[in-house]
Every structure is written in C-alpha cells, then in structure tokens.
C-alpha cells in the first residue's frame, strides 16, 4: 500500500518555521489492499464523518470516515481517552487521525479498521448541518450545491465524470489527435439559432461613467475653450523660439510644455463627450465599437468553427471544454452551461466520422467498466439496475447505421405506440424517436445520417441530391441522441450559400471562409455532449445531477 506520493524537495532545508508535510494515506489505497499486508501498519488518514456513534458506555466511538478517494468508508475506532467523543460523532465533522491497522471482531462486514492513536486535526461542525443521515432528494440537494459533493451519489457521479474526462483524452491521444483549447468568447455563432449570452461591458462602464459624472461633472465649454487658447499659446511660442533660432535646450522646453498642454486639451475634450447611459448608434441599437472588443461578443455554443482551423493544419485535433446556451428550458436535458467534446479530423469522409464516434464512445464505457467498477455498481443499485449492463451493451455491440429516410420509413410503420410528436420527413427526431429507434426497433445504439438540410446547420457538406446533408447523429439507449456530426462543407461557392440561406451575414465568418480559400481539404467531426455521457453511464434523469455546479434559467450559484 502507498501513502500520499513523497515529494523529493522534502530534503531541502527551508527557512522559517514551516510545519513537516503531511503524509496522509488515501482510504481508498487501505480498502482496496490486502488485509494481511496491512495489520499492524500505522497510517494518518484524513476525512470526513459520514456516521458516528459512542459504545461501551461512553468509553469509545466507532467512526464511518469518508475522504472522497471512493465510496467506501473506514471504520475507526477512537477511545475516550483520545479526544472527546461528542465532538467527533457528529456528521460532518473533519478529522485527521493516526493509528494502527487492524482487522476487525469476526462476524462483521468491516474487512479492516483503524485503531486511532492520536486525532492530528477536527474540524467540527455546528448543528445546522444540512446533510443529515437520512436521504435527501437530488432535487433538494441542488439547493444546496457547495456541500452535496460530500453525498454518496453526487460524489460518485464526479468521480465517474472525471474518469470519463481522462478517458476522452487518453483516447484521442492514443488515436494521434492533438487538445485544441477554442476561445470561450467569440464573435461567430456556430448553430446560427441565435441563443447565445452577450459579452459586453456597456452596462458596467455606463455604470461607471454616471457615477464619475456625479462625482467629477464633465468641463464646460469654457474651460475647454481655455485649453485651447493654452495650447495655442505654447504653440506660439515654440513657433517664435524656432524662427528667432533659440538654443536648443529651450526650444525642447518649450515643445514638452506644449505636448503637456495639448494632454491636458484631449483629456478635457475626451470627458466633454462622456454621456450617461449606454451609447447608441443614432439609427437605434447599441454602439458596439465603445465595447471592449469593439463588436458584438459572446459565449461560445460551440468550439467546432475554431478547431476546424487546426485541423486545417495539424489534421486530426479536438476541442474539450465549457459551452453556452441562453435556451430558456427548464427540462431536465437543457443547461446553460455544458461541457462538450469535438474532434474534428481532416481528410476523412463521413464514414470516417461515424467510425471514430463508435470507437469513442464504446472506449468510454469500456473504460468505466475498468476502472469505476465500485461506483457504477452503486448507481446500479441505487438509480438504474441495467446501467452496468448498457454499458457492457454499448461497448461491445456494433452500431446499427441507418439513413434518415430509413429511419423515418420505420418509425412512420410503428403501430404499437403512439407518439407525442408526429414522425414525417422533414422533422427533427425527438427524444422519443431516438429511444424508440435504440431501445425497441434494434436494441443497441444507432447512427443515423444524411439528415434534411433544411434542419441542420449551415457548415454541413450539401449531398449530391441537393435535399440532405452529410450529417449524423449517434443514438444511444436511455437519453437518444449522444453525439451529433458531420462532414463539412469543403466547397467554397457552397458554403457561402448554405450561410446566406441561414439568415447570417458573411462578413463575421470570412475567416471560416479562408479555410476553403486556402487550400480546402475534405473534413468531418463531431461533437459529444458531455453531461448527456454521463446521464447514460450513471442511468440519472436530470442533467443538472451530473454537473458539479449547474446553471440553468434563474440560477446561477457559487
């Protein structure tokens, strides 16, 4: 068993009174060990009190300690002679504590326990602490989201998230693709639907500006009249001083005298203009050029336009981070704030594209049937018992592959369900559709493609029958759609055509525009929403469960 790693700077002498590193050991390296290799050892451990009760009349405590390294907790057990025990029961409470390992009486689940020799550190907790014992729901939990990382499930559901992060970097490195981090601010809308949070900092500044002006009123138009008789004053000077050929010490005097003045003129003249409010174009709408970048700005929805010009140049790369939407839904699928996955890899096709998201994702559930084997197993027993088997399902199954057309044909015949959203060619498939396709029709996860154009988004490669787009969409069991791509549209005549039809200016994507000025290649990829990932693996109903600190319409915490 190994303890906390030791740092090889723990030989250097450094001054002051700094106190010895601490070299605790991980709970989760003590329940996973051997327990023979294990009795007898003395270890520091630190953690939290997930349950604490007093036996023996008082003279000592069993202590169930959690420290987020699993889900599994330490027995230990503390006498009274140590420190007092109503401090230490309580859940909630922090401790750090040294002991020995040993195994426990015969007869009980515990398969090792820590025998305290010393509590290091407590940390305690007053009597309004929010997380009792008993279960609360995920839903009240959300109220309070700075403390329900310490819960059972929201603690596993972010140990599962990060294995899923470093198995979505761990397989794009393998496959040779090189992490683009994309600008959270931009000035493109990539979906074109218009739902995007403005960065701007017109209403700070305007702010500043009224209150400046209520302390500072602007000059008058005397004294700014005054300045310039200044200015010109010094000009004169420096004028005659260089005719009548004076010394040059004086003439530069003089110049510095005369740029001093010509300052203090800007300063006054630039305050003059100062108005309060928010600046406005005289034909209406906001003055934009007096925002910070000059133009309208905002968060991203999307990395794809960005990374495609470094796949233009390194070929195959993806982007991995934080996207937004002003999408006021309050279902339990729509965030504000989501973490999305997009490769993208040049000189491939859309087969290529599909390839690379079947192998993506069935390394993923692969990998949570690996290495999160203990979580998992609690989310199957305490949310979705066929989680564990959906991913064994996905991870080893072929993907069915399907055409729009095909699709619709198949769901058009279904005649033992009736669906909310009525299926003709044309539409967009709904959650409903998707789930009837992967969980009844072929019972595995499906990859649907070549949708209508008229439903996707403008940089995806028009096809030959001028009526479908190179696109496709990964179904999976349990949320429907997991991932949707494309290839992209190579062709520059085309592309500036598919941007006109969607109502969207040029100008703001002419540098989209060079890629395929400049040496177009064929390219495709995708995009993987993250927290949709996580709502399969975890087999959770609600998106804002699986994300540490979820935005949606009217909350913004922390």
């Known amino acids: 068993m190994e303890g906390a790693p030791v740092c090889e700077m723990e030989a250097v002498k450094l001054d002051g009174d700094l106190e010895a590193?601490?070299?605790?050991?991980?709970?989760?390296?003590?329940?996973?060990?051997?327990?023979?290799?294990?009795?007898?050892?003395?270890?520091?451990?630190?953690?939290?009190?997930?349950?604490?009760?007093?036996?023996?009349?008082?003279?000592?405590?069993?202590?169930?300690?959690?420290?987020?390294?699993?889900?599994?907790?330490?027995?230990?057990?503390?006498?009274?002679?140590?420190?007092?025990?109503?401090?230490l029961t309580p859940t909630g409470t922090s401790v750090m504590v040294e002991g020995e390992l040993k195994p426990p009486p015969e007869g009980v689940k515990q398969r090792i326990e820590l025998k305290v020799k010393r509590a290091v550190e407590v940390g305690p907790v007053d009597s309004g602490y929010p997380l009792p014992k008993t279960r609360l729901t995920l839903e009240n939990l959300r109220e309070i989201s700075h403390l329900r990382s310490r819960t059972n499930t929201i603690s596993a559901v972010a140990r599962i998230r990060d294995e899923l992060a470093y198995a979505t970097h761990t397989f794009f490195h393998q496959q040779g693709f090189r992490y683009i981090h994309t600008p959270i601010i931009t000035t493109s809308d990539c979906e074109g639907a218009g739902e995007m949070f403005q960065v701007s900092t017109l209403f700070s500044q305007s702010e500043r500006i009224e209150q400046d002006l209520k302390e500072n009123p602007k000059p008058t138009e005397m004294e700014i009249e005054a300045a310039r008789m200044v200015v010109k004053e010094k000009g004169e000077i420096v004028a005659q001083l260089k005719a009548t050929k004076a010394a040059k010490e004086e003439i530069s005097a003089s110049v510095s005298e005369l740029n001093k003045a010509k300052e203090a003129?800007?300063?006054?003249?630039?305050?003059?203009?100062?108005?309060?409010?928010?600046?406005?174009?005289?034909?209406?709408?906001?003055?934009?050029?007096?925002?910070?970048?000059?133009?309208?700005?905002?968060?991203?929805?999307?990395?794809?336009?960005?990374?495609?010009?470094?796949?233009?140049?390194?070929?195959?790369?993806?982007?991995f981070g934080p996207t937004f939407r002003a999408e006021n839904s309050h279902t339990s699928r729509h965030l504000a704030e989501f973490w999305m996955v997009e490769p993208e890899i040049a000189f491939a096709n859309?087969?290529?594209?599909?390839?690379?998201?079947?192998?993506?994702?069935?390394?993923?559930?692969?990998?949570?049937?690996?290495?999160?084997?203990?979580?998992?197993?609690?989310?199957?027993?305490?949310?979705?018992?066929?989680?564990?088997?959906?991913?064994?399902?996905?991870?080893?199954?072929?993907?069915?592959?399907?055409?729009?057309?095909?699709?619709?044909?198949?769901?058009?015949?279904?005649?033992?369900?009736?669906?909310?959203?009525?299926?003709?060619?044309?539409?967009d498939l709904a959650s409903?559709?998707?789930?009837?396709?992967?969980?009844?029709?072929?019972?595995?996860?499906?990859?649907?493609?070549?949708?209508?154009?008229?439903?996707k988004a403008f940089y995806m490669r028009l096809n030959d029958d001028q009526k479908t787009v190179a696109a496709m969409d990964v179904l999976v069991p349990k949320v429907g759609e997991l991932i949707g791509g494309s290839q992209r549209e190579e062709r520059l005549d085309l592309l500036k055509q598919r941007i006109t039809e969607a109502g969207l200016p040029l100008e703001p994507y002419e540098w989209y525009l060079d890629l395929r000025r400049y040496g177009t290649v064929k390219h495709s990829g995708f995009g993987l929403g993250f927290e949709r990932m996580i709502l399969f693996a975890t087999g959770l109903d609600n998106i804002r469960d699986?994300?540490?600190f979820p935005r949606y319409p009217g909350r913004a915490d922390l």
């Open 265 to 319: 003129l800007a300063r006054l003249e630039e305050r003059f203009k100062l108005k309060p409010g928010i600046p406005t174009k005289p034909g209406g709408g906001f003055a934009f050029e007096s925002d910070f970048f000059k133009k309208p700005a905002f968060l991203t929805v999307s990395g794809q336009l960005q990374v495609e010009t470094y796949a233009c140049a390194l070929g195959n790369v993806y982007t």
């Open 21 to 87: 590193p601490i070299q605790r050991t991980r709970i989760n390296t003590i329940l996973e060990a051997d327990v023979a290799a294990l009795a007898g050892r003395h270890v520091l451990v630190g953690g939290w009190v997930k349950t604490g009760r007093e036996q023996g009349k008082g003279s000592f405590a069993f202590l169930e300690l959690n420290d987020g390294s699993c889900g599994g907790n330490l027995q230990v057990v503390v006498d009274a002679s140590v420190y007092p025990l109503a401090k």
């Open 432 to 455: 409903e559709h998707e789930r009837y396709l992967t969980e009844v029709i072929f019972k595995k996860p499906v990859i649907v493609y070549n949708y209508p154009k008229g439903i």
């Open 546 to 548: 699986v994300i540490p």
């Open 350 to 427: 859309l087969q290529d594209d599909m390839n690379c998201a079947e192998n993506y994702v069935k390394f993923l559930c692969k990998w949570l049937l690996d290495n999160c084997k203990e979580d998992m197993e609690f989310m199957a027993k305490q949310y979705d018992k066929t989680a564990i088997e959906r991913l064994k399902l996905v991870s080893s199954t072929p993907f069915e592959r399907i055409s729009y057309t095909k699709a619709v044909e198949i769901l058009m015949g279904v005649k033992d369900k009736k669906f909310e959203n009525k299926v003709e060619w044309g539409i």
